[in-house]
């Protein structure tokens, strides 16, 4: 009988190429478009059920209030607002960036899945459990 593919065999996968990908923990991580496009592939796989859409845009910036930031952009004449990731060019170490992409990607499911404000409200710390399950911190 063939093993039926088991959903948190996902979960698994993702927590262990986490915890190999973030090995060298102390060592800083220098941030490129190349990881977060890939990330934000498994991460919406993973814990999004594959229902975000891309970011619009991505900007890797130097900020002075966040390491990670999802902006809202309106267009008031076509009446359409598109969203900007804006990351820090540098993070103390791999794993602070991951979970500074992942709390990103909740603003934007809970504004673009959920029209919700974005605030860190319930919906967002909804997903502490899922993040601890791959092993990710879901922080402020
Ligand atoms: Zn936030």
Redesign the pocket.
């Known amino acids: 009988m063939k093993k039926k593919k088991n959903k948190n065999d996902l979960v698994i996968k993702t927590k262990q190429r986490i915890l190999r990908e973030t090995k060298s923990s102390q060592k800083e991580y220098i941030t490129t478009y190349k990881d977060i496009k890939r990330y934000f592939r498994v991460f919406n796989k993973t814990l999004f059920k594959g229902k975000l859409n891309a970011f619009n845009d991505i900007q890797i910036k130097n900020m002075k209030t966040a390491y990670g930031q999802c902006v809202e952009n309106l267009s008031y004449r076509k009446g359409t607002s598109f969203f900007v990731l804006e990351m820090m060019p540098k993070f103390s170490s791999k794993r602070e960036f991951l979970n500074t992409l992942a ?2 990607m909740i ?1 934007l499911w809970q504004q673009t899945v959920k029209k919700d404000t974005g605030n ?1 409200n319930s919906l ?1 710390f909804s997903f502490k459990p899922k993040f601890k399950k791959i092993g990710l911190e879901l922080t ?1």
């Open positions: 709390h990103e603003h860190h967002f402020l």
